[in-house]
């Protein structure tokens, strides 16, 4: 999920306008400037210089445009050897990522809060993925709110699963970042004996976890993604609150955790939602089955984008891949 930033024509022009606004509030309840290293804070500059802290909202299609504008930023091409071509899968727009023939496929949704993000937001990191683990990569276009409120980009990311099972045969991963994340999962509890994925990789996902303690309150002002944007973005997605019970919103809401295919979790020790990688974890585990947690230190949310840049985004990026290959393969590392 994005923070709500701001990008200036001027530095006067930002000086006026954010000091209008309410400020970023003080990091009260953890110490970030010790926990996160020097890589990972010129990182988050670098994020700032296009999403400036300090603006509280914003207009959608200037989210929009900022949030493209900070992904170009970060893009550092396709490996050599990789091809991608923009299909539909029924009425949902995907972009297939293919270095010869694969005989698995990852689904890949998109981060952004539901808000913001697509085709091009993620767009290289789907390009390392396939070139990577060698396995062919669908990312999915699935529609935005606040224009199309849940339960809109829950069908066409379950749309789009269903069309990538029945075109290529082989093995199946859902996965997914942020908001994605969420749709994964989501897909992988309604799928359940319709589809076997062999397994899910969630990347420091939002699964509806309880705001009112834990990672919620300890990271609520944390660097890149505070309490106040996850609520906003919720707000955003379903006009209010989120329904109650409902998994394909919130999958922590669902009362069965069997028979959910093999998941690996990863998330930000300085980000709000970490908690929730090792709730869907024990949930998994206690109905007995296969999930795999890692709580990566001093990592903010986004840090996908630092994967070059960033050391520890660097080796998380690694078990990413390692995950998608151990899966793709069938296998199962406790």
């Not at 010129?42 to 900022?66: C, K, N, S, V, W």
């Not at 849940?150 to 970042?177: Q, R």
């Amino acid at each position: 999920m994005p923070v709500r930033r701001l990008v200036w024509s001027s530095p006067s022009q930002a000086s006026l306008a954010l000091s209008k606004q309410p400020q970023r509030p003080s990091f009260s309840t953890m110490n970030y400037e010790t926990m996160i290293d020097a890589e990972t804070w010129d990182f988050i500059r670098r994020t700032e210089a296009f999403y400036p802290p300090g603006a509280a909202a914003l207009g959608i299609d200037q989210q929009r445009a900022i949030y493209d504008r900070m992904c170009r930023e970060f893009f550092t091409g396709y490996p050599e050897g990789v091809t991608a071509r923009d299909d539909l899968a029924g009425e949902v727009p995907i972009r297939i990522y293919e270095r010869g023939a694969h005989n698995a496929t990852l689904i890949y949704f998109h981060g952004g809060g539901f808000v913001v993000g697509g085709l091009d937001s993620h767009d290289d990191v789907c390009a390392e993925i396939c070139d990577r683990a060698d396995i062919r990569v669908v990312s999915v276009d699935y529609r935005l709110s606040p224009e199309h409120s849940h339960p809109v980009a829950f069908e066409d990311s379950l749309e789009a699963a269903e069309y990538v099972t029945l075109t290529w045969p082989g093995m199946h991963i859902l996965a997914g970042d942020s908001a994605g994340g969420n749709l994964a999962a989501a897909v992988a509890h309604a799928t359940r004996g319709l589809h076997d994925f062999s397994g899910q990789i969630l990347i420091y996902p939002g699964l509806g976890g309880d705001m009112t303690k834990g990672s919620y309150l300890a990271h609520k002002d944390a660097p890149m993604l505070t309490l106040e944007d996850l609520k906003h973005y919720t707000l955003l997605r379903h006009g209010g609150a989120s329904p109650a019970h409902d998994p394909t919103a919130t999958p922590l809401a669902d009362k069965d955790f069997s028979d959910l295919p093999p998941t690996v979790l990863i998330t930000a020790e300085c980000d709000p939602l970490a908690d929730d990688g090792r709730t869907y974890r024990n949930a998994i585990e206690q109905a007995g089955g296969k999930a795999r947690w890692t709580n990566e230190p001093g990592l903010v949310h986004g840090f996908l984008r630092a994967r070059h840049s960033v050391t520890r985004a660097r080796h998380s990026f690694d078990r990413i891949v390692a995950a998608a290959i151990e899966l793709a393969a069938g296998d199962w590392h406790d």
